[in-house]
């Protein structure tokens, strides 16, 4: 399993950014998945997710500005950030239900249960 982010930037609060993560060495539409973040010196949150079957959940700080989506011509998950703030400030990491045991979904543990995560993707909010 690998999990490759990308779109990370610098953007002034308001701005917007899209993130990417394309996915390999599974079946990546069998499988839900999910961005978090990570500030520094701070623990890792879950901001989004989105079930195999389409479903979606978002964090509260996040609701209504971000917007995930997912690809599987591509293998790809995306997260939409819009009307972005200063505190969106992060490492993004994208995870899968694929490397958990049967029957567990990501939307079921806390971040720091997961420890599958790729290098993550850089989103500063500043002017």
């Known amino acids: 399993v690998q999990l490759v982010e990308s779109g990370g930037g610098l953007v002034q609060p308001g701005g917007s950014l899209r993130l990417s993560c394309v996915a390999s060495?599974?079946?990546?539409?069998?499988?839900?998945m999910a961005w978090a973040r990570q500030v520094p010196g701070k623990g890792l949150e879950w901001v989004s997710g989105i079930y195999s079957d389409g479903g979606t959940y978002y964090a509260d700080s996040v609701k209504g500005r971000f917007t995930i989506s997912r690809d599987t011509a591509k293998n790809t998950v995306y997260l939409q950030l819009n009307s972005l703030k200063p505190e969106d400030t992060a490492v993004y990491y994208c995870a899968t239900d694929a490397v958990l045991p049967l029957g567990v979904a990501i939307s079921d543990i806390r971040p720091i249960e997961y420890n599958r995560w790729g290098q993550g993707t850089q989103v500063t909010v500043a002017s």
């Open positions: 060495g599974f079946t990546f539409s069998s499988y839900g």
